[in-house]
């Protein structure tokens, strides 16, 4: 009989926790989309007309409960003068709505593009950056790999300016480098 009463008080319990999570003036919107897309592109342009920085994904929702966005296969295009200098692309990518910082989750290539903005001049395998899309910064604290025409270096950390075309390698850094550049 004990154990009969047990049951009941905990099945009671358990009923009551889970109306408690649908009674009226409860969240009920807490994981719940506001507005998403599908395969979208959304390009920033500057007060002149020109690209700053484009950025393209296979599937964007909004979260209302936190003002975040969620980004699956994120593909970023930074500009220069109306070039492609900079393509930054990765698994995952979570943002807010100003988008004023985009964290790249999962593995992240940044390629540096050439003149052409075709050709790549220098190529960034890491993971987890946080990208900084009006300053044209990216940054990382996760091992990167940083290949070029004149070989393969390796660090831990990397700051990466791409409005100069520069990168700051943050610690442990090693390569290996050719005498002449590979064609």
């Known amino acids: 009989m004990v154990i009969l009463t047990l049951i009941a008080t905990v099945t009671a319990w358990e009923l009551l926790q889970e109306e408690s999570a649908y009674a009226p003036g409860g969240d009920l919107n807490r994981r719940t989309t506001d507005y998403f897309m599908e395969e979208f592109t959304s390009t ?5 007309g020109l690209p700053l920085y484009r950025l393209a994904g296979t599937h964007m929702a909004h979260y209302l409960d936190n003002d975040t966005i969620e980004i699956t296969a994120p593909d970023a295009v930074f500009y220069q003068q109306a070039k492609a200098r900079w393509k930054v692309v990765a698994e995952q990518g ?24 075709k050709t790549i001049n220098m190529k960034i395998l890491t993971r ?5 899309p009006q300053a ?8 990167v790999t940083l290949l070029n025409s004149f070989g393969k270096t390796h660090s831990i950390g990397a700051r ?7 990168i700051e390698l943050l610690s442990q850094v090693r390569g290996n480098y050719d005498l002449a550049p590979k064609p």
């Open 94 to 117: 979570l943002t807010n709505s100003q988008g004023d910082e985009i964290d790249l989750l999962g593995e992240v290539i940044i390629h540096q593009l050439g003149a052409d903005s």
């Open 128 to 132: 987890n950056v946080r990208v900084k």
């Open 44 to 48: 920033l342009m500057d007060p002149q």
């Open 160 to 166: 990466v300016y791409l409005k100069e075309g520069r």
């Open 136 to 143: 044209k910064y990216a940054e990382t604290q996760q091992p």
